[in-house]
């Protein structure tokens, strides 16, 4: 099956840097990847859709200065969290599906990335 | 509009009982439905997916679910628990019209334990 892959699968940063996390579609290409947020026992949030060779589209309430996304290629997105606080630190997951005509294809999940903000 | 539900953040069972997650969707037109499973500090795999074609969905790991309309639901089942099995669970929806460009919308998730 297809695979998305993520890295790193973990990170520890201090407060006030920037740290950047990659997403990778290895075997499709991936003209939308999604970013997702997930606290500690809860579900996961959908933080921003990337767009290849497009802005971002961000859900309401995450701060697109803070979360930079960049999808320069079509199996690549980042994300950048930038000037990192404590309350950044989360685990981090990324997603895309593959384009497929005419129905729903599930979708691929990175590994996801651990964020500790120190 | 879409949403999923799933009735229980914890559910326990014993080694060698049947598991039962229950899930619960609203849609305004016919849905695409999954059962993912999360591991520790993992990302998500999916165990079964729902696309209007059989109603009784089989996925890996002896997980199957059934897709019943007239009762919103596609709730998980496992006729006999492993210890292995134990996990987060999320039931996710997509409807409409799908270019691949649309995110899933996930259930708040319920993390099954399994007893010895």
């Known amino acids: 099956g297809a695979v998305v892959s993520q890295h790193p699968s973990w990170v520890i940063c201090k407060s006030g840097t920037s740290v950047k996390i990659e997403c990778r579609s290895l075997?499709?290409?991936?003209?939308?990847m999604f970013w997702y947020r997930q606290f500690p026992k809860q579900s996961l949030m959908l933080m921003a859709t990337?767009?290849?060779?497009?802005?971002?589209?961000?859900e309401q309430g995450v701060e697109k200065d803070k979360f930079l996304i960049n999808h320069a290629s079509l199996t690549l997105s980042t994300l950048t969290v930038t000037s990192a606080h404590p309350e950044d630190s989360s685990f981090y997951i990324c997603?895309?599906?593959?384009?497929?005509?005419?129905?729903?294809?599930?979708?691929?999940f990175g590994q996801g990335t651990r964020l500790t903000v120190v | 509009a879409q949403s999923v539900t799933q009735l229980g953040s914890h559910v326990s069972v014993s080694e060698g009982a049947l598991v039962l997650l229950r899930c619960n969707y609203s849609?305004?037109?016919?849905?695409?439905l999954f059962w993912y499973v999360q591991y520790p500090n993992q990302g998500l795999q999916l165990l079964l997916k729902?696309?209007?074609?059989?109603?009784l969905v089989k996925g890996i790991n002896g997980f199957e679910a059934e897709f019943k309309k007239s009762e919103t639901s596609f709730h998980l089942t496992k006729p006999s628990a492993h210890m292995s099995d134990a996990a987060e669970y999320f039931c996710?929806?997509?409807?409409?019209?799908?270019?691949?460009?649309?995110?899933?919308?996930f259930g708040s998730g319920t993390r099954l334990q399994v007893q010895p």
């Open positions: 990337s767009n290849e060779g497009s802005k971002a589209t961000y």
């Open positions: 729902y696309t209007s074609a059989a109603t």
């Open positions: 996710v929806v997509i409807a409409g019209m799908d270019t691949g460009r649309r995110a899933l919308t």
């Open positions: 075997d499709f290409q991936a003209t939308t």
């Open positions: 997603s895309a599906r593959p384009p497929r005509q005419g129905s729903s294809t599930e979708a691929f």
């Open positions: 849609s305004s037109v016919p849905p695409y």
